[in-house]
């Protein structure tokens, strides 16, 4: 994956992109909560190489939950 994550300014719009697979949104949000995004002296904030902006770890781990309950319920992800 060539950095695919700096084109997004948010963990929803990797989760709620419409045709991007499953796994491949799974990836870039895993990148994206990476302890190797993390910011210096905030550890609560990731910011992925070539991402526009932090986010809040907490927002990656809520868009990953989107993901797992929509795959609970057999609702199309992508």
Known sequence: MSQPY???LH???IA???SLE???K???LASWASDRAAVRDNPSLRKPPGARRAVPVDDIFAA?????DSAGRGTPTS
């Open 11 to 13: 963990p929803f719009d």
């Open 16 to 18: 709620r992109h419409p």
């Open 64 to 68: 990953m939950r989107t993901l797992d």
């Open 22 to 24: 499953p796994e491949v």
């Open 26 to 28: 799974r990836a870039i």
């Open 6 to 8: 700096s084109h997004f």
